[in-house]
Nanobody, 118 residues
Framework: QVRLEESGGGLVQPGGSLRLSCAASGIILNSNTMGWYRQAPGKQRDMVADITSGGRINYVDSVKGRFTISRDNAKNTVYLQMNSLKPEDTAVYYC????????????WGQGTQVTVSS
């Protein structure tokens, strides 16, 4: 069983910064992708950024230049540094881990609230 534990959400003013962390535990294939998704009220859950165990990174266009994703493979931990936050970044942020071995495995954290407001 894989468990994802997130931390680092909160309330911040526009232009501020937050850092999210997500630690994975359990039996995890070394070759995997970890990432962050977000879901605002009344909207679907969308990918924000992800990073493979080999270091390949993807960002949604709206966060490029403001957010930075990184990971520590030894700790099975992924981070999301969020700078220049905007009110439209307000959402519940979910950590995700996925890999394929014969079939697709897809795991989610419980979510952490990020609120950007003055």
């Amino acid at each position: 069983q894989v468990r994802l534990e997130e931390s680092g959400g909160g309330l911040v003013q526009p232009g501020g910064s937050l850092r999210l962390s997500c630690a994975a535990s359990g039996i995890i294939l070394n070759s995997n992708t970890m990432g962050w998704y977000r879901q605002a009220p009344g909207k679907q859950r969308d990918m924000v950024a992800d990073i493979t165990s080999g270091g390949r990174i993807n960002y949604v266009d709206s966060v490029k230049g403001r957010f930075t994703i990184s990971r520590d493979n030894a700790k099975n931990t992924v981070y999301l540094q969020m700078n220049s936050l905007k009110p439209e970044d307000t959402a519940v942020y979910y950590c995700n881990l996925k890999y394929s071995v014969g079939r697709d495995y897809n795991y989610w954290g419980q979510g952490t609230q990020v609120t950007v407001s003055s």
